[in-house]
């Protein structure tokens, strides 16, 4: 053991030395965590030690109750947005598409755009050489008002899958 000591006396006063440094780091570091979580409770104690115990305590409890009516509005508000964005178009599916053969590039489309509830407007736009002609129609629980094309069939189908459904 002595041989294994003195042969290794350098290695050994090294590693007590790191040891001994790691140590020291984290007895600091500890020391400003426990710092930062006295602060709020020295705070406090000054505070009960300016104005007296009672008062600071009023003043603390009325604290609370600012914060307790400053949350149930959030909360108001947050329902409030909520039901609004139930209402907002959420469902999208679009067919890009040559109408006609004389034109290409896949400038006509389907559009259908859909409310979280199904309901919504599929826009058509058939670009032809000479002319351009827009349709819109409703879509009411994800049924339209009239016989789809194909393609708006197609888009009417990529809107509900984008809201969830198959």
Same mark, same amino acid.
């Given at each position: 053991m002595e041989n294994? =000591?003195?042969?290794?006396i350098e290695m050994l006063v090294l590693t007590s030395t790191i040891l001994s440094v790691v140590a020291v780091i984290t007895v600091m570091v500890l020391?400003?965590?426990? !710092?930062?979580? !006295?602060?709020?409770? =020295?705070?406090?104690?000054?505070? /009960? #030690?300016? =104005?007296? #115990?009672e008062k600071a305590l009023e003043k603390l409890l009325k604290g609370v109750d600012e914060n307790r009516e400053f949350m149930r509005s959030q909360s108001e508000d947050i329902k409030m947005i909520l039901a609004r964005i139930d209402k907002?178009? *959420?469902? #999208?599916? =679009?067919?890009?598409y040559n109408a006609f053969e004389d034109i290409g590039g896949m400038q006509s489309y389907s559009l259908c755009i859909l409310t979280s509830h199904r309901n919504g407007v599929i826009l058509t736009?058939?670009?032809? !050489?000479? *002319? #351009?002609?827009?349709?819109a129609l409703e879509v009411k629980e994800g049924s339209p008002s009239r016989?789809?094309?194909?393609?708006?069939?197609? *888009?009417?189908? /990529?809107?509900l899958r984008s809201l969830g459904e198959k």
């Amino acid at each position: 053991m002595e041989n294994f =000591i003195n042969g290794n006396i350098e290695m050994l006063v090294l590693t007590s030395t790191i040891l001994s440094v790691v140590a020291v780091i984290t007895v600091m570091v500890l020391l400003l965590e426990v !710092r930062k979580m !006295r602060k709020p409770f =020295i705070e406090m104690a000054d505070l /009960y #030690t300016d =104005i007296g #115990t009672e008062k600071a305590l009023e003043k603390l409890l009325k604290g609370v109750d600012e914060n307790r009516e400053f949350m149930r509005s959030q909360s108001e508000d947050i329902k409030m947005i909520l039901a609004r964005i139930d209402k907002c178009y *959420s469902g #999208t599916g =679009i067919v890009k598409y040559n109408a006609f053969e004389d034109i290409g590039g896949m400038q006509s489309y389907s559009l259908c755009i859909l409310t979280s509830h199904r309901n919504g407007v599929i826009l058509t736009n058939l670009v032809g !050489r000479n *002319s #351009t002609r827009g349709y819109a129609l409703e879509v009411k629980e994800g049924s339209p008002s009239r016989e789809l094309s194909e393609e708006e069939k197609e *888009s009417l189908k /990529y809107a509900l899958r984008s809201l969830g459904e198959k």
